[in-house]
């Protein structure tokens, strides 16, 4: 049976991906349309294969094809394997739900055929690095999934913005892919063995090694700081269905990586465990300040994604930490709370740009503050956004906050290590912890205040209408899905043999929504009958415009202010008035600018050192032949030398 869903689902998106990209110019809507629901089928196809093998804890083993006896492409798919698998499986049906409608949209035949083939080859790839049993055919896949994820970024190609994104993801996933390839070297140096089962107990030199360039390796595919800067740019240009697949799966593919690294073939000391904590507190926090500055709808949902993986890297940290102190219970409490925020954290997330993407289509801006209103015209989405608001900001009963309950649990409980360092180090941790998330919550109520609430500020935003069925149902699936993992999460875990000290959150459901009942019942039996319509008081002014409503520039401002150290907040305040004297107010606007220190600290630096290195090289090739040999000769030299001392 596993091998049969396997390769069916294998095949089936092969092909889809083959038939499309021959066809690219042929294809019309209703073969399209075919096509996409056939992506569907795959992914519900891999949705079982992953249930038949981690229910029962099955191992699948298979191998499809061999090149040599050292490179074959093989396959190994265990429980955090399969765990993975349906995390990726569920989000795409979704999306392929919603792309039968959104494909549609714009572009020409052509380019919507290629974004179908693209994506169905992005899904399989994604899963093939999830289910890889050795490093060179994990590697295989995961330049598949690079490649195709950034044809995907550049889909509007001709938009300067789109370049600028996918040059900025190009350079930085080929960086991932070199520190990959160097750890995995290594590791092939020592064992002689591609397999990733064989790397386990290297020397301790070489195992430290490994771990810094696997970490940092598929740290920049997940986003994680400071290797960030990727990630708001290529998630805002691609297309909404893609960034959903990029924000909600591509980078949990990342902390696959670094979870079966780290935990389950590396032998971990115990400063990676406070290295890996460190960056997930530094990820969590910066990502959503800088998530509160975004007035981008698509770029602010990418900040979350940053702080979201901070919090998965958390939980990482804290298992391995807890398992260095022999706290077993708390090491897998830790590591479970990560494992399950990383399949919430890909159902909200991809809940949210769906629906913000919704939101962009309708409107034909992803800046909020031209929004506003749209719950009265976009009910449908609005109420959608607002799930994946209130689990995003994990608000009970939702699975963003059993989730996070399970790693704050954690941490409450991790004051009975004996380290002064390491308590000390729990308590700034913690305390950090609860500020992401108190700035999350204030965050949301800013996005959906903002977007959906009060009056329209523009005549796109007053003219949005509904969008298509389709597109509710794909964004509902993930909807109900943050519903039932959150209420039933004591449950579901439980199942599994998991008994965790977290409440039952069914019934923290059940009686919020007995209080919200007596509490309509009350206000309805006790209010005045009578009924007064009429404009809300505006100090006086005769009528009511959008311009008077509360903006997302106007709620942010004081916690730009509070954080001005971080984002070195600079405000330009400009005045009109009427008379020489300054007294009669006419009109006036303020800006507020933050400085881009990663970009203009970190990258550009680093960029404009690689373009003056790159003309002293290009020089160099301005010589004479013979000086070129030379310079050839004492480069091979070298080279010699040093993989003679390496070995």
Known sequence: MQTFLFLSGFFLLLVIAVFT?????????????????????????????????????????????????????????????????AIISIVSVSVSLYAIRYTERHGTDTSKNLLVALMALFILSMILVVAAANTFCLLFAWEIMSVTSFFLVMHEKDKKETQKSATFYFIMTQMSTVFLLFGFLAMYHYTGSFDIGRAVGLPSGLNTVVFLSIFVGFSIKAGVMPFHKWLP?????SPSNISALMSGVMIKVAIYGIVRYVVFVLNPDGWWGILIFVFGIISALLGVIYALKEHDIKKLLAYHSIENIGIILIGIGLYLIFQANNLPELAMLALLGGLFHTMNHALFKSLLFLTGGAVVEETGTRNIEEMGGLIKTMPYTGVLFLIGSVAISALPPLNGFASELMIFQAFLQSFIMTSPFLKIL??????????????????????????????????????????????????????????????FSYQILAAFGQHLPIPNLMIIGLLLIILFLVTWLVMRLSANRKVRVSETWGCGLPSQTSRMEYTASGFSEPILTIFRPIYRTEKKVVREFHDAGRSIFKEGNAEIHTFKFFE????????????????????????????YILYSFAAVIILIIVIGWAV
């Open 600 to 627: 203009e600290r970190i990258y550009l630096p680093v960029a404009h050192f690689t373009q003056r290195l790159s003309s002293i090289v290009s020089d160099l090739h301005d010589v004479d032949l013979d000086t």
């Open 21 to 85: 990209l021959a066809g690219v110019t042929r294809i019309q809507r209703c073969g399209r349309q075919l096509l996409i629901w056939l992506i569907l089928a795959a992914g519900l196809i891999f949705f079982a294969f992953s249930l038949v093998t981690f229910i029962p804890d099955n191992t699948f083993n298979v191998t499809l094809y061999r090149l040599l006896p050292e490179l074959q492409f093989s396959f190994m798919v265990d429980r955090l394997a399969a765990f993975f698998v």
């Open 426 to 487: 729990m308590f700034a941790g913690l305390s950090l912890f609860a500020l992401t998330s108190a700035l999350a919550a204030a965050c949301f109520v800013k996005a959906f205040g903002i977007i959906f609430l009060a009056s329209p500020r523009s005549t796109e935003a007053r003219k949005a209408r509904e969008v298509s069925p389709y597109m509710i149902a794909g964004a509902m699936i993930l909807a109900i899905a943050c519903v039932v993992l959150g209420v």
């Open 233 to 237: 740019y290529a998630h805002s240009a």
